[in-house]
């Protein structure tokens, strides 16, 4: 069985980072989902060698599969994942504000994949976590955006694909 924790500190030195996914928020206090395979997700992937930080690698994958340019990034913390591999390891979530949206592309495996601005009230319930910590995580990314970015988060439930 998997177990996942929230830490907001840096991830510990022995711990293999497996993942770099961020929390984009827009404008209007949204925050941008990934829906593929009929479940909202959030957007990031494995790190490559080639990528400079772990901020490259959150670019590049919201370019690659959504053509998003974000940009404010902020390191959020890490879910420390156990049980579904034979050593612990840790999966990095980062904020970022969009800075542009452009037209819906295929990605470079050409896949092609729809956008939900999801309300800050309801992204939780998009993302159906199973335990805890990422709800967690989510918590703490609201309050940050909410810390470092200009935004006009609304009591509305303004949400829509792009």
């Known amino acids: 069985m998997v177990k996942c924790s929230w830490f907001k500190d840096k991830v510990p030195e022995y711990l293999n980072i497996k993942q770099v996914y961020g929390i984009a928020f827009s404008y209007d206090g949204n925050i941008v989902l990934r829906f593929d395979d009929n479940k909202y997700k959030l957007t990031g992937r494995k790190p490559y060698d080639s990528d400079k930080s772990l901020e490259d690698t959150l670019k590049r994958e ?5 053509n998003i340019e974000i940009e404010d990034i902020y390191y959020l913390g890490y879910l420390l994942v156990e049980g579904d591999a034979k050593e612990k390891y840790a999966q990095i979530r980062m ?5 542009n949206i452009g037209e819906v592309k295929p990605d470079i495996d ?7 601005m999801a309300n800050i009230k309801n992204v939780k319930q998009y993302l159906n976590y199973p335990d805890l910590a990422g709800n967690l995580m989510i918590d703490d990314a609201i309050k940050l955006a909410k810390e470092k970015y200009n935004i006009n988060f609304r009591d509305t439930n303004n949400e829509y694909f792009i």
């Not at 919201?62 to 959504?66: A, G, V």
């Not at 904020?95 to 800075?99: D, R």
């Open 110 to 116: 050409r896949k092609t994949y729809k956008r939900f």
């Open 62 to 66: 919201h370019l690659e599969e959504l």
């Open 95 to 99: 904020l970022a504000k969009i800075k």
